[in-house]
């Protein structure tokens, strides 16, 4: 046990080493930070985007017609029908707890807890109220998906842009300075392949630097000077 153990431990240590998974978990880090980042800028664009729509984006909405009853609202006699506009719910509680408990019962408290009771059968979109069990088609969500969309894409696509400029440049000067070296150093210049020879892989690279410092120690041993003859 204690040996399937440490060998469970060390290749547990094996694989969280490992570059791919340390580079998946620094990506997850700084996906989640420059998310926070996007989202922001999003909401500041949108806001701004939506800055002349009354109730914003979120009130654009078309209630479907009541087909069966229960759709129709909790209470269509005194305006409690399918929508209305939020700022008339005072009004619609006090009407609500006076058909329901009597004018002479009716106190703040009572208000309140019925507005709360409308609030719970209602959604509210922008400024307006939808009931629950009514089709509403949320033209805001929609245009506010679209809008983050673009704003995203957009934001990505200036980053990525900023970000392949910059690697050019920088790829740029250090061609520059390499050449700069190479004209300072003309002799550690590598020489060009001839036109229409194929390119030299890696393996046959090494095979040429072998067969160079093999020459080389060739040489050194032919230029090296004969000793003393050794003693019978």
Known sequence: ??????????????????????????????????????TALVNILLSVCTWGVPGGLSGLITVLPAITAAQQGMDTSIGLGQSFDKGVLQDLAQSLAEKTYGASEVTPSVIETVKASITSNYTLYGSTYAYNQASVINWGAFINAIISFLIIALTLFIIIKVFTYLSNKSKELEAKLQEQYYLAHPEERPVPPAPGAPALKEVDLLIQIRDELRKNNESKAENKPAGPNPLP
């Open 1 to 38: 046990m204690a040996n399937k153990a440490k060998s469970l431990w060390k290749d547990f240590k094996a694989f969280v080493a490992r570059g791919n998974v340390l580079d998946m978990a620094t990506g997850v880090v700084i996906g989640g930070a420059f998310n926070a980042i996007v």
